[in-house]
């Protein structure tokens, strides 16, 4: 049985139970999903301001996760908050959300198109695109809908996310749409029925990977970047937790 820890990096558990059910959905019977909500933090990650916020308890959540037996970890949001201080942390395979979806995009696309949240959101998406190779393939798009009311079906924030579909398709001549929120990781699949192309989720592609990467036998490398940090004792928010 492979344990797989999904980390939701904000402190919405309703999210977080939202991005577990997409994850089982999808898992291996062979899979044991293992949902956590971080324990400090904002309520919604919307930016580079609530990422900085959010890196104590992602990290925190991901190092007991390895210490509980977890072999892989996925970090749930599209930002791909802390990934690399992450990597260097543990020793199991960390996966991104936004790498995972852009990584399955190309291989089913050649223009793809991801639907993000806000504007501030937007940002941080592109840069990511530019590092993961994919900005000449992506083109990026903000729905200006917050994060939270994607729970709310009075809000209107499904409407607004079609609505950027609709001209995804229309003026990026997009292939296939990524969702760039794991708050919308329960609709990839109305949505890709709806609109008649492939609507891919970013949770579910990190599942995916981490079952992968398991069953190959690989694991972060601890040479160059992701090198172990030496061990040493932390105050404030990490206090009594040390990398392994």
Do not use: W
């Amino acid at each position: 049985m492979t344990r797989i820890a999904i980390v939701n990096p904000n402190t919405t558990a309703s999210m977080t139970a939202t991005i577990a059910h997409a994850a089982r959905l999808v898992a291996s019977p062979t899979t044991e999903i293992v949902p956590v909500t971080s324990s400090m933090g904002p309520v919604s990650i919307e930016g580079y301001y609530d990422e900085a916020f959010a890196l104590p308890g992602l990290l925190r959540a991901i190092g007991e996760a390895e210490r509980d037996g977890a072999g892989a970890a996925v970090i749930a949001c599209f930002d791909d908050t802390g990934l690399d201080a992450a990597r260097a942390m543990v020793h199991v395979p960390v996966i991104g959300i936004c790498e995972a979806a852009l990584a399955t995009a190309a291989l089913i696309a050649k223009r793809f198109t991801v639907v993000t949240t806000l504007e501030r959101s937007r940002v941080p998406i592109e840069e990511l695109a530019q590092r993961y190779g994919m900005a000449g393939r992506a083109k990026i798009r903000a729905a200006n809908i917050a994060v939270l009311s994607l729970e709310d079906p009075n809000s209107g924030a499904r409407d607004r996310l079609r609505n950027e579909i609709v001209r995804a398709i229309a003026e990026d001549n997009a292939e296939a749409i990524v969702l760039g929120c794991a708050g919308m990781a329960d609709l990839a699949r109305i949505l890709s029925l709806e609109f008649g192309l492939p609507v891919i989720d970013g949770v579910g592609a990190a599942v995916k990977q981490a079952e992968a990467l398991v069953a190959l036998g690989l694991s972060t490398s601890k040479r160059g970047a992701y090198a172990a940090p030496i061990a040493k004792p932390y105050s404030g928010a990490l206090a009594g937790f040390a990398p392994a």
